[in-house]
């Protein structure tokens, strides 16, 4: 046999051997994610102050490696620094004693963290009832009742707005109730008024005043008070009436006042009007009050007044 022959049998020989077959490939198990750190806060993100006697729901969230959270509140271990002050149950329900500050700590799986609470005395607060009250275009009175939350808060009442003289000082502290008065609208609009109680240490608290405007006319003088020393003077006021043609009568207090008043502006007519006056002076001590009055024929709605103040000797 030739040496070509004997190669080529040779190469067919180192191809007949059976092939192994190849080490199959294990799968990648992925880590376990773990407890990085947990937080520590108040239900409904209310603040974490307590008046004693009070309970307040804590929570733990516990924050993993791959981003996920879970609630641990039942599962951790809770504990207070000040149990005088507050203790906590095991579901995280914190329950105030008395006066004074405490942390609570929540621990789960080598992971711990804190909440600062204090306990206090409620500050003062006060109610006010009726919250609001609507009117008629004539006014009337009214009573309000404050309730303050302790026995010591002080509190004043005062009208924010002009037309409604108010400023209520009870001379004393908790609760109470005052009157105050609506005087009428003779202007051709409603309007509206609060009454504010200022409460010392506490948020104020409001009682709403709505007054209708008047029916159909209405009379509205301009200005509306007047202040004249114990001497006497002079003044005036204007009326406008809505509508322009509206009919009215005056009423003057000189018409039963023991000091001098004259009055130069007609006696009744319709529409708008000027008016100007004298007053002589006061004999007395104390000052005296007068009322000038713009009345509708029809008494349906309220009169226009312009007040005057003569002081005292």
């Known amino acids: 046999m030739s040496a070509a022959a004997i190669l080529a049998l040779a190469s067919l020989g180192c191809g ?5 077959p ?3 490939t294990q799968p990648t198990v992925p880590a376990a994610p773990t407890l990085t750190a947990i937080v520590v806060g108040v239900a409904g993100n209310a603040p974490a102050t307590l008046a004693p006697g009070d309970k307040l729901q804590l929570f733990a969230q516990g924050q993993y490696s791959d981003g996920a959270t879970s609630d641990l509140t039942n599962v951790a271990t809770w ?5 005088v002050a507050a203790t906590v149950s095991s579901g995280g329900v914190l329950t105030a004693a008395t006066e004074g500050e405490v942390d609570v700590s ?10 600062h609470a204090q306990v206090q005395k409620p500050g003062c607060q006060a109610t006010v009832s009726p919250s609001s009250l609507v009117f008629s ?6 009573e309000l009742q404050v309730t303050t939350t302790r026995s ?3 509190w004043i009442a005062k009208s924010d707005a002009s037309w409604l003289p108010l400023n209520y000082d009870p001379n004393r502290s908790g609760s109470g109730s005052f009157t105050y008065s609506v005087p009428s609208n003779s202007g051709n609009e409603p309007r509206r008024a609060n009454i504010v109680i200022t409460i010392a240490g506490g948020p104020p608290a409001m009682h709403v005043v709505e007054q209708e405007r008047p029916v159909s006319c209405s009379y509205a003088v301009s200005p509306e008070k007047l202040t004249l020393p114990s001497s006497g003077g002079r003044g005036s006021f204007d009326l406008v009436t809505t509508p322009s043609d509206c009919r009215w009568t005056l009423t003057s207090p000189g018409d039963y006042s023991s000091v001098k008043i004259t009055v130069n502006g007609p006696a009744s007519g319709a529409g708008a009007a000027h008016f100007d006056y004298t007053i002589g002076p006061n004999t007395f001590a104390s000052g005296l009050l007068y009322r000038f009055e713009i009345h509708g024929l029809s008494g349906t709605n309220p009169p226009g007044v312009h007040s005057v103040t003569l002081s005292g000797k």
């Open 22 to 24: 190849a080490t199959p």
């Open 137 to 142: 275009a004539f006014g009337s009175l009214a």
């Open 152 to 154: 010591d808060c002080r």
């Open 106 to 115: 929540a621990s789960y799986a080598g992971r711990a963290a804190s909440l």
């Open 79 to 83: 504990q207070s620094t000040n149990p």
């Open 16 to 20: 007949s051997g059976e092939s192994k």
